[in-house]
């Protein structure tokens, strides 16, 4: 058992003062004030006095990390797996680019196959697979060769039980809607991204079932007032969830600031949208099969076109407050308790609660990651100094 105690802890729906969690095996036990929960017998007591105890962090869409590219090498989630703590992620969906289908089968069974990094590390929720059926027009890093129309022959395997959680799809291509059905029925989300669809042809997609919106902004139609498009619909219709890529670079402030308000903070999720060059220096490294350039603040094809962030989640989750001037307690839904509802998982991931598994962050007052707790093992320590 592990005995946090003198943290202020965020549920994150309540504020806890001079708070205690107990921690037994992968679960949390109990959470309360400090008076309220007592240390049991042999339990190992963690001090978190001056530090902030928030659930762990889920991130709905990332293609890879520290040299790794999920879509190159499906077998990398492990190895991204154990590192992605340090940020503070405890819960993730490795997100599969435009490639051959067999890709997605390589990485449905590496997912499924389990680590060999043993259990310390951060969760693949399943796959979140991005594309074929995305539109040519709007097809940003994704490799247009293997970008194919909507066939239900194609995706028979992708269900829940197999590992895919989520597809990022345009519901304007011919066949998408009956798409959007199949998959839901196999017990995935489906998301609209990277289109051109009109308000109308998104509002159809949200009544055939589409509950989220891929990277908000990026991939599509800017917002135009007599055409509102994929954007306008996500932001007005109050059904989808939208992903938010918060590096200052994908989306500017300004439109972060829209885009909180319009949805009222509860329908964002944020998302990274990482390469392999997330957590690595500057230079010229691999995304899917292309070449890109990593500058120290963005990463983009040898044109020029962005290729997925450098941002991390717990620097994204600063930038949004920076951004939108919310409170750490309003952020954090962003990445905690939206994205786990998002994947129908808000029984047991997204909060400090008994009965929900302990996967938990420490951040300072500067909302660094001191610390992070996953499965009830501590699986990342920042080094004093
Ligand atoms: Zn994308």
């Not at 402030?253 to 949805?263: D, G, K, T, V, Y």
Request: glycine fraction near 10%; include cysteine.
């Amino acid at each position: 058992m592990i005995y946090i105690q003198h943290a202020t802890v965020l549920t994150p729906h309540r504020q806890i003062d001079d708070g205690a969690v107990l921690i037994d095996g992968p679960q949390i036990l109990a959470v309360g004030t400090a008076d309220e929960i007592s240390r049991p017998a042999g339990a190992d007591e963690i001090d978190a006095s001056g530090l902030i105890l928030v659930p762990g962090f889920i991130d709905l869409q990332i293609n890879g990390a520290f040299g790794h590219d999920f879509t190159a090498d499906p077998a990398s989630i492990w190895a991204v797996a154990a590192q992605l703590p340090r940020y503070g992620v405890t819960s993730f969906l490795p997100t599969i680019v435009t490639s051959p289908l067999e890709t997605v089968a390589a990485a449905q069974e590496a997912v499924s196959r389990g680590s060999n990094y043993g259990s310390g590390g951060a969760t693949p929720l399943g796959v979140h697979i991005e594309g074929p059926f995305l539109n040519p027009e709007k097809k940003g890093a994704h490799n247009p060769a293997y970008l194919r129309l909507p066939d239900p022959e194609l995706v028979r395997e992708w269900s829940s039980a197999r590992g895919v959680r989520l597809v990022t799809l345009a519901p304007e291509l011919p066949g998408a809607l009956d798409l959007v059905a199949v998959l839901a029925k196999q017990g995935v989300v489906v998301s609209a991204g990277h289109s051109t669809a009109t308000c109308r042809e998104a509002e159809a997609g949200f009544d055939a079932g589409i509950r989220y919106g891929t990277h908000l902004f990026n991939a599509m139609p800017p917002l135009h007032h007599r055409e509102p498009g994929l954007a306008g619909a996500l932001l007005t219709d109050g059904r989808p969830v939208s992903g938010l890529i918060t590096d200052g670079i994908h989306t500017h402030p300004s439109m972060i600031r829209l885009a909180w308000r319009a949805l009222d903070g509860g329908s964002i999720t944020l998302v990274t949208d990482a390469m392999a060059a997330l957590g690595m220096a500057p230079g010229r490294h691999l995304l899917g099969d292309l070449d890109v350039v990593v500058d120290g603040q963005s990463a983009r094809l040898l044109d020029g076109t962005l290729a997925g962030s450098i941002v991390s989640l717990d620097a994204a989750l600063r930038n949004l407050i920076a951004y939108t001037g919310c409170s750490l307690a309003q952020a954090l839904p962003a990445v905690t308790t939206t994205p786990a509802k998002l994947l129908g998982l808000e029984a047991t991931l997204g909060r400090v609660a008994p009965r929900y598994l302990a996967n938990l962050v420490l951040l300072t007052p500067e909302l660094q990651v001191q610390a992070a707790i996953a499965k009830g093992q501590i699986v990342y320590e920042q080094s004093p100094g």
